[in-house]
């Protein structure tokens, strides 16, 4: 066991956030503390890292254990390099290294006793070296941050020229090379495009320490996770099994709760009307069994009311009018910024009752393209084309089409005059808004608050084709869940940009990526699209255009997907002789590797011997090739990397 919590307790002024919380963690646990929004995440991660102190209870890292910890926003100001900050990770690497050569040098000028004596501690020193994987930790940090995002021209950028989203990235390749035995990381997810979270999943899954996470990205829990820590109400539970697990143990513990109370309740009302029934007999005995009775029901332990699942944020979307079977077409779109193409000659189509995600790296211009769509900017070239009947709801993601200096009620009352007072407080209620809160400037609102506002007016417009950005951006996990539901039971289109995989793996009938200035086709959901995009990985450079006749997908619509069988012949035979030319080439490295480590083995035994370690001249000539074999080690090492992957 690598981390215990017993009976935690915290309270702020009278009002109770955690209470008895107990629970632990094992060496290579990979676990999840979730809850809404305020339930008491952070706070708890506070209390294990020392940030704040409990009212109660204890908690207790193992002895010799050592912990690393990722906060959601950072303040790094240094003038190293992105590259020279990470090396600061393996500072004692690089001074074991420069005291190896330092020995290598001495032995030039020692004999006798005192070569023998730095003989022993250089090859002590080699040994640790070695152990601690010093040949390769250059490979390492160059690995961590290609995998989180940084091109390699990007590692010569100082570190306070950077953006809040690229120093998170930073601190987190910091903390994952400095693989401590507990990685305790805070929302990591936010600020990854999604090549970047793949890589970051990949890493947590083999990392041989535990790890525990606040994060509300479900996909990536599921993939890493094998316990739930959930903050409910003040109390602490702990379940087996990832995200998915979780969610369905715990609709079935809410079911059997509220089964308990109803019968129990159903049970004493029955008693109450029992114990009336015998009092009203007015006899001796009737009166006597009455009072026994209540007696009886005195002792027993009422059972607390379980909360109901997702009842409080009410989302029903639902269109005014039918459109027309084709919502909409896009011809030949082309955007460019200060002169640098985002995407040319882009073009898909969208039939009714669709829902339909775009996904792709950041910057690639997802967003661009609602807002074209919406008419907040305009294209350089091509044509959108809305269908009839089409009456559009647009949620940004920045808000923009919330007036700040409104308040709740006010921002209802001007996009819908016919509602009545009680029609508006009304719909406020149900996204959460009560009583004075409907004053409230949208100014004043956060960033969670100004989603939830963005939606109730969707949810008002009726529209019939919603284009949403970053729906899911500040809603907890239960928000976002009965967001899902209401686009699931939605009769509309729904045209999207997301990062969450979860949600688009709940909503989407169709993916579009966009990739190197056009779009991919995708006939599924978001598992489709990973079994997909792996079998066409050579391939996805391939453009998706009307007049290219030979490409993958020639051009984007509903009735167009993605499968191997789209395949020519020439390509599949190029792919299967490129893969046996790696597969050699990454056995030749291997093989070489393992030559020049058993030669450097075998050096390390020779200059021990007696009648070497002596032999100045020996030494010098073993030592060279030492250094040679180190060199090229290194190199064989990275290109093994590039050819395993």
Request: aromatic content about 6%.
């Amino acid at each position: 066991m690598i981390l215990s919590c017993q009976n935690l307790t915290k309270a702020f002024s009278e009002k109770v956030i955690i209470q008895n919380a107990s629970f632990h963690l094992e060496d290579y646990d990979k676990a999840a503390i979730v809850g809404i929004n305020g339930a008491g995440k952070s706070t708890l991660i506070k209390m294990i890292i020392g940030e704040l102190p409990a009212d109660d209870g204890l908690v207790t890292l193992s002895k010799g254990k050592t912990m690393g910890y990722l906060a959601q926003h950072q303040s790094v100001t240094s003038t190293n390099t992105i590259y020279d900050e990470l090396l600061t990770t393996k500072q004692y690497l690089i001074d074991l290294e420069n005291q190896i050569h330092a020995d290598e040098e001495q032995m030039k000028h020692v004999t006798g006793t005192a070569l023998e004596e730095l003989m022993n501690a250089y090859t002590r020193r080699m040994h640790e070296f070695e152990l601690q994987n010093g040949y390769a930790y250059r490979s390492e940090i160059t690995g961590v941050l290609k995998g989180l995002g940084f091109t390699e021209d990007e590692f010569s950028k100082e570190i306070h020229t950077l953006s809040g989203g690229q120093k998170t990235r930073v601190a987190l390749s910091k903390l994952l090379l400095g693989n401590p035995d507990l990685i305790i990381l805070d929302e990591p997810t936010n600020h990854l495009d999604m090549n970047s979270i793949a890589w970051l999943e990949t890493f947590l899954m083999n990392y041989k320490g535990a790890v525990l996470i606040v994060s509300h990205d479900r996909y990536f829990l599921d993939r890493i996770t094998n316990k739930i820590i959930e903050i409910d109400q003040t109390k602490v539970t702990t379940f087996t099994g990832n995200y998915t697990d979780y969610a369905v143990k715990k609709e079935q513990l809410r079911i059997s709760e509220r089964n308990a109370y109803l019968n129990q309740q159903r049970e004493l009302a029955h008693q109450e009307e029992v114990i009336e029934k015998l009092k009203s007999f007015n006899r001796e005995k009737s009166i006597k069994r009455a009072e026994s009775r209540e007696k009886m029901l005195q002792k027993v332990q009422v059972l607390d009311k379980p909360t109901e699942a997702r009842t409080d944020m009410k989302i029903h979307l639902e269109p005014h009018i039918l459109s027309g079977n084709d919502v909409l077409t896009v011809e030949n779109l082309k955007k460019s910024f200060d002169g640098e193409t985002l995407f040319s000659e882009l073009s898909f189509q969208i039939k009714r009752g669709e829902h339909v995600a775009i996904i792709g790296d950041n910057g690639t211009g997802k967003t661009t393209i609602l807002k074209m769509i919406n008419e907040l900017l305009t294209p350089d070239t091509g044509k959108i084309t809305l269908g009839s009947k089409v009456h559009v709801g647009y949620y940004d993601q920045e808000q923009q089409l919330l007036t700040m200096e409104n308040t709740l009620f006010d921002e209802i009352s001007d996009a819908y005059p016919g509602m009545t007072n009680t029609q508006i407080r009304t719909t406020l209620a149900a996204y959460l808004f009560r009583e004075e809160d409907v004053f409230k400037k949208v100014s004043a609102l956060s960033g969670g608050e100004r989603g939830r506002m963005s939606l109730a007016k969707l949810m008002l417009s009726k529209s019939n084709f919603l284009i949403l950005d970053e729906p899911t951006n500040h809603l907890d996990i239960t928000s976002k869940e009965i967001l899902e539901d209401a686009i699931n039971n939605y009769d509309g289109t729904v045209l999207y940009v997301s990062h969450d995989r979860y949600f688009i793996n709940r909503t989407a009938t169709r993916i579009l990526e966009l990739s190197n200035q056009s779009l991919t086709n995708y006939l599924g959901n978001y598992d489709y699209y990973l079994e997909k995009k792996t079998e066409l990985s050579a391939l996805n450079a391939v453009k998706v255009t009307e007049t290219t006749n030979t490409s993958l997908v020639s051009s984007v619509s509903a009735d167009s997907a993605i499968a191997p069988s789209a395949l020519d012949w020439k390509a599949q035979k190029e792919e299967q002789s490129r893969k046996r030319k790696q597969e050699n080439d990454l056995k030749k490295c291997e093989e070489k590797i393992a030559q020049l480590e058993t030669r450097d083995k075998a050096i390390d035994e020779e200059m021990a011997l007696p009648d070497v370690c002596t032999n100045v001249g020996r030494l010098n000539e073993l030592s060279k090739e030492k250094d040679a074999i180190s060199t090229e080690l290194e190199s064989l090492y990275e290109e093994w990397e590039v050819l395993a992957n």
